[in-house]
C-alpha cells in the first residue's frame, strides 16, 4: 500500500456549506477542532499509503499553509488548479505528481470506512480500469446512482436524480494510470458527468461496502458528520 499515491479532491468552494462554514474550504470544516480533512488523511495513513496528494483550488493556501506545518506519517503534495476543472479535471492536473499505477482517489468531502486493503485487491483480481466503492441509500437525490450487474461491473451511471433505494457512488476510487489519457486537459470535466458514463461499456467496477457513507456538502450533514465522528479514535 505505501506505493500506491492518493489524490483527495479537496478543492471545491462548498456553496452549500457556506452558511455555516465561510471562512474556510468545505474539506477544513472542524470536526471536534480537527479539520475533516485530516480524517481522511489520518484514514488513508493507517492503512501504510505514503504519498497524498490534495488537490486544491479555492482558498488553497489556507489548506497549504496548514499542512505545510503539520506532521503527518505521509508525505503532503499539492495539486493546485489556477481555475475550478471540475473533479475529473483536477485528477488530470494532478497527472505529473501520480507516480503508482494504480492510484487511490478520494472526494474531500466524504468518508466512507471502507476496507482500502479489500478495495484494492477487488481492483486488481477485476483487472479494473476503474473502481468505484459503492453504498446502498434510500437518499439518492444528491448522489450518483449505480447499476450493477452480477459480476458488479458497473452497467449504468446517472447523476443525482429522484428514486428508490439504489447504490450510491461513495467518493472513493481506483484508477489505472490510462485514465488520464480519457481526460482533456486544462477544460472543465466532471467524473460524474463526463467520464463514467462514457466508461459502462468498460472495466468499470462497483465495490459494495455496508460501511455508513458520511458528507458534510449541506449544514444538515455537516451537523450529523459531528456527531457521528465525535473524536477520531471512534474510527
Known sequence: MKDIDVVVLCGGKGTRLNEVVNDRPKPMAEINCHPFLDILIDYVASFGFKRVILS??????????????????????????NEPLGTAGAVKQAENSVQSNPFLVLNGDS?????????????????ALVSVVVVESEDVRDFGTISLDDSQRIVRFEE????????????????????????????????EHDLFP???DQKFYGYVTQEKLIDIGTPARYEQAKRILHHKDTM
Request: with cysteine; glycine share 4%; charged share 25%.
Open 56 to 81: 486544491v483550488c479555492y482558498m488553497a493556501d489556507y489548506i497549504k499553509d496548514y499542512y505545510r506545518n503539520k506532521r503527518f506519517p505521509c508525505e503532503i503534495l499539492f495539486s493546485q488548479e
Open 111 to 127: 468518508f466512507c470506512p471502507v476496507d482500502l486493503l479489500h478495495f484494492l485487491d477487488f481492483h486488481s483480481k477485476n483487472g
Open 160 to 191: 443525482k436524480k429522484e428514486g428508490k433505494k439504489s447504490f450510491i457512488n461513495a467518493g472513493i476510487y481506483l484508477f489505472q494510470k490510462e485514465v488520464f489519457s480519457l481526460i482533456p486537459s486544462h477544460v472543465r470535466y466532471s467524473l
Open 198 to 200: 462514457t466508461l459502462v
